[in-house]
C-alpha cells in the first residue's frame, strides 16, 4: 500500500505579514502546488485522495493527509510523518511531498554536513521570535527515513522548496 502526506504553506504564522522584522515572506503558490500534486496522484496514479473541505487546512483518508498553512505545525507535520511509518508494513510505500519554505543553518559539529550547511523545512509555526518550536531539520527526516527504510518501507519524500539539498 502508499499512504501519503501532502503539505503546502503560503501563510506563515510569523513571517513578516504578522511579525515586524521577520526575515520571511509569506508564498503564493506553495499551497495550489501540493493540492495540483494530490490532484496528480488520483489521477494518473489512482490514488484515493482525500477531500479537503472549503476552508479546512487539514483533511485525511485511508491513503492520504493533506496539511496547508495553519494545520502544518511542525508537531502536526512529525506526528503525521511517524503514525504513518507505524501503521505501514514491509514493501508499502510512504510519500511525503513537501512545498514552502526551506532554509538552511551552518553546520555545527553535531550535524557533521558535507555542504556545510543543515537544510530545514519550515512549518507554519517556525521562526517564533521566542525560538519555538523551529524548524524541521534535514537530519530530523533522515532520522524518519531511517526508522521507515530499516522497516522495510520505501520512503519517497519530494521538496518543492529552497535550500532542499541536503533533504
Not at 496547508?68 to 514493501?91: N, V
Not at 511525503?96 to 553546520?107: L, Q
Not at 534535514?138 to 521507515?148: F, I, S
Request: charged content about 25%.
Amino acid at each position: 500500500g502508499i499512504l501519503v502526506l501532502i503539505v503546502g504553506i503560503d501563510h506563515s504564522r510569523d513571517s513578516d505579514a504578522h511579525q515586524a522584522g521577520a526575515v520571511f515572506s509569506d508564498l503564493r503558490g506553495s499551497v495550489g502546488d501540493a493540492l495540483r500534486f494530490k490532484q496528480a496522484l488520483a489521477e494518473l496514479y489512482g490514488v484515493d485522495v482525500d477531500a479537503t473541505a472549503a476552508g479546512a487546512c487539514d483533511s485525511s483518508n485511508a491513503a492520504t493527509t493533506t496539511l496547508t498553512d495553519d494545520c502544518a505545525t511542525r508537531s502536526r507535520i512529525l506526528e503525521a510523518l511517524e503514525q504513518r511509518i507505524t501503521s505501514l508494513r514491509a514493501g508499502d510505500t510512504l510519500l511525503f511531498y513537501f512545498a514552502g519554505h526551506g532554509s538552511r543553518y551552518r553546520d555545527d559539529e553535531a550535524r557533521d554536513q558535507d555542504t556545510g550547511y543543515n537544510g530545514t523545512i519550515l512549518p507554519t509555526d517556525a521562526r517564533n521570535p521566542d525560538g519555538s518550536p523551529g524548524d524541521i531539520f534535514d537530519v530530523e527526516l533522515k532520522a524518519l527515513k531511517d526508522r521507515a527504510t530499516a522497516k522495510g518501507l520505501y520512503f519517497v519524500s519530494v521538496f518543492d522548496s529552497c535550500n532542499s539539498a541536503t533533504a
